[in-house]
């Protein structure tokens, strides 16, 4: 699965897992504080961010904030 997502204001991102797939965000401009493995990470516009298959994951404060992502 492959998409492209602007946020203009933040939307709920709550704890869950992507079974059996891997999830790698490309963070194209903005800044995003997302949690897995118990560390919590500060991703800005020009990284990238994965979680494993089946690892629970979430927004900071169970938000994803407005910015420009590149979900792979």
Do not use: K
């Not at 194209?28 to 560390?39: D, I, L, S």
Request: with cysteine.
């Amino acid at each position: 699965m492959l998409g492209r997502r602007t946020l203009r204001r933040a939307a709920e991102l709550g704890q869950h897992t992507h079974q059996g797939f891997m999830e790698i965000c490309y963070i194209a401009r903005g800044q995003v504080r997302w949690w897995a493995a118990g560390e919590v990470s500060e991703v800005s516009g020009g990284h990238v961010y994965l979680t494993w298959p089946d690892e629970p994951h979430g927004g900071s404060d169970r938000a994803m904030h407005a910015r420009q992502l590149l979900r792979l």
